[in-house]
């Protein structure tokens, strides 16, 4: 198929029409839920629909050609480019849980808004135009053909690769997990099942047609995105503000809003609600207090209930809710110490006094406020920087036709990216002013049927729970616990929409996940495929062995990756957050001096992207709970999400000493050095 004008004009009559069979696919579902169709019925139907479209646009963009499955023939016009290259951003993290962020941490979480956005702004500015003049298939192609060395750069090319691993595999298990949420809860099926339904639709795209059926299948997944994402904020926006802008209207809200929180923090049955929660923090720090002998007589107390209610021939239920409490005890003194901590930690926070939303840095001393803005600014520069790092981000720059073309792209990347990145923050503040304006202050009786709905998705960790606390029947703002994650996949309940626009919002999440996984995935199995396998160990391997290999991989990847995500490893923002710091640590450094320092050499990118991955991982290790260490070992009060403002330092800090120490490049790297700098002035060409 030819690129150019008249391949242009073909693939917009196709997703013209995509469009219109999309929308009337809506009018569909949605006269039928009117006549009385069942909900889940039109979960099944979204899931289904879309899990079909994939797998067709997969099907028809099948192909063995090395160029078509690793760059889609460098042949994707600019703003086909830049919509699929958007889809393959706009992630779990930042459709399902970013507005969650907002909503629970106000001002706060404008950090993750500003540091990807920035992050692109790098993106385009530092890098993606002088791959493109490369003309490489992978990332690690590309550092290694720029830093060359011992093996024409096979050390470079295998550090490269395991860093492409690391970071796009935790970015996946993000993607996966949030895929099995959504399937959970607009199916009804386990969560377990879930994740795999979605894996299914991820293989049948990447594994049959690599980047060319991603590609074509990410500018489907945009248009449902954006959608799915403008129409609940637009009908909310219409509903509070009378102007259906959301971008615009929000602001207009604001005051409103700082009243009601203003309002709620001096009310008497909201303190007593969050002194019971201080008061159960007290309790369960007696008890940390108390180990080992408070966890043994809990245990004994615990076993004696249970004897008891089974004497006196209690109801199946009664000895049933026994026995689970034990079941549920911690196993021995350490793991109630985690248990224990986490249950404090929770009761405290529930207990602290309510954080206006508009507040910058909010904190009851001026050392807690200096904290939260350093761990602001922290987290906007790694963000910032592993943006500019992401293997699958970057590999869409070699995809366009020519330099000129990726600089296009990454203007219209950045055009389809603000579409919905302007519009979170707007969310944000339209469903916490409907929750404090609708919500509190309402019986219990008359809780809305999504609450219910939710709280039942997983039964292990409630991602929605509403309490009566103190016993009065009225819902008080501390009695509301609210999963960041699943804010906006609730949001059209919340707003009183049809349930067909929750399907839709479920398919916007499946479509962002996917997108993203679709790509890292593919990113990993290219890196293994063309960098490992063909670049080391066969050579000669012919075209079609290498894109089955790759298939291969791809597959057995993805296997291990859904494996990973039904353990429930933690929040998507954490993961992703993980990615992010690991990517800026270790390969930032070498991709910005590889284009802009000449005198960079490979036993300095070797040593810089060892030691910014060792840095930053040592401090992730030392400082996340989660990972066995503690917050007393952090560094300046910085969160373990942030590690890499550490990490990119000494990465870029080794680099530069050790190139300076080592002999300069060689006069073949020098030329292409100069052969890269050279995409500074326009070009039409292909390298």
């Keep these: 198929m030819k690129t150019g004008r008249p391949f242009f ?73 830049g919509m ?39 993106v385009a500015l530092l890098i993606a135009p002088y791959l493109r003049r490369l003309g490489q298939y992978t ?41 099995g949420l959504i399937a959970s809860r607009f199916t009804g099926v386990d969560f377990s099942v879930g994740i795999f339904l979605g894996l299914a639709s991820i293989l049948v795209c990447s594994f ?72 159960r923090a007290e309790q369960v720090q007696r008890r940390l207090n108390g180990l080992p002998d408070s966890w ?88 910032m920087l592993g943006t500019a790092a992401l293997p699958h981000i970057l590999m869409r720059s070699y995809t366009t036709p020519s330099v000129d073309e990726t600089r296009m792209s990454v203007f219209w990347t950045l055009f389809f990216i603000l579409l919905i990145y302007l519009t979170i923050p707007a969310l944000a503040v339209l469903v916490k002013y409907d929750v404090y304006t609708a919500l509190v202050g309402s019986a219990f009786s008359d809780l809305p049927t999504w609450v219910s709905y939710w709280a ?5 960790n409630p991602l929605i729970s509403i309490t009566d606390v103190n016993g009065d029947g009225i819902v008080q703002l501390a009695e509301i616990a609210i999963d960041g994650d699943v804010l906006v996949l609730a949001t059209p309940e919340i707003a009183g929409l049809p349930y067909v626009i929750s399907g839709l919002v479920a398919a916007g999440g499946l479509a962002a996940a996917l997108s993203t996984a679709d790509g890292l995935l593919l990113a990993i199995s290219n890196a293994l495929s063309h960098d490992v396998y063909y670049k080391i160990v066969d050579p000669k391997a012919s075209t079609q062995k290498r894109v089955t290999i790759s298939k291969l991989i791809l597959l057995g990847v993805a296997f291990i990756a859904a494996y990973s995500a039904s353990t429930k490893p933690g929040d998507i923002l954490s993961l992703v957050g993980a990615a992010f710091s690991l990517a800026g640590s270790t390969l930032f450094p070498v991709l910005v ?68 120490l080592t002999p300069p490049p060689d006069a073949r790297r020098a030329a292409l050095i100069r052969h890269i700098r050279s995409s500074e002035i326009p070009s039409g060409k292909d390298s």
């Excluded at 720029?146 to 970071?167: F, N, Q, S």
């Excluded at 004497?311 to 000895?319: D, G, M």
Aim: proline share 4%; with cysteine; net charge positive.
């Design 139 to 179: 990332i690690p192609d590309f550092l290694a053909a720029r830093y060359g060395g011992p093996g024409d750069g096979r050390a470079v090319r295998l550090c490269a690769v395991a860093a492409t691993i690391l970071v796009s595999f935790t970015y996946v298990v993000a993607q996966i997990y949030a895929v």
């Design 84 to 122: 699929a290259t958007a889809a393959d951003w706009i992630s779990a993290a930042s459709f399902i849980s970013l507005a969650g962020s907002l909503y629970l941490n106000g001002f706060d979480g404008l950090a993750f808004v500003m540091g990807w956005t920035g992050g692109y702004c790098l």
């Design 9 to 81: 004009q073909r693939l917009t009559r196709y997703y013209a029409i995509f469009a219109a069979c999309f929308a009337g696919f809506l009018l569909a579902l949605a006269i039928l839920e009117n006549e009385g169709m069942p909900r889940v019925w039109i979960g099944y139907m979204f899931l289904f629909a879309t899990i079909v479209l994939y797998a067709t646009i997969g099907v028809l963009a099948r192909t063995s050609s090395v160029s078509e499955y690793y760059v889609a023939g460098r042949r994707v016009p600019a703003l086909y480019n």
């Design 456 to 460: 039942s998705v997983d039964k292990a």
């Design 208 to 279: 049959l047609g690599g980047m060319r059926a991603i590609t074509w299948t990410q500018v489907s997944q945009y248009i449902i995105i954006l959608v799915a994402f403008l129409i609940p904020a637009m009908w909310l926006s219409a509903k509070h503000s009378g102007n259906p802008i959301p971008q615009v209207a929000y602001g207009k809200l604001l005051p409103q809003l700082s009243a009601r929180e203003a309002a709620l923090a001096v009310d008497d049955k909201e303190s007593a609600v969050r002194d019971v929660f201080r008061q």
């Design 296 to 383: 043994e007589a809990g245990r004994a107390e615990l076993q004696h209930y249970l004897d008891n209610v089974r004497l006196r021939n209690a109801s199946l239920l009664e000895i049933r809710a026994a026995e689970w409490a034990l079941i549920a005890y911690p196993k021995n003194a350490d793991e109630a110490v985690t248990i224990w901590s986490a249950e404090r930690d929770e009761n405290l926070k529930r207990a602290r006094p309510i954080t206006p939303h508009a507040t910058p840095f909010p904190g009851a001393t001026r050392e807690q406020s200096d904290i939260k803005r350093r761990n602001f600014l922290a987290l906007a520069f790694c963000l």
């Design 593 to 660: 001096a590889g284009v802009f320092w000449r005198r960079a050499n490979h036993y300095g990118a070797l040593a810089g992207m060892a030691t910014g991955f060792a840095v930053c991982q040592f401090y992730m290790l030392h400082t996340n709970p989660v990972l066995g260490g503690t917050a007393a070992a952090q560094w300046f009060n910085i969160a373990p999400i942030s590690a890499g403002v550490f990490g990119v330092p000494a990465g870029i800090a080794a680099l530069v000493l050790v190139s300076l």
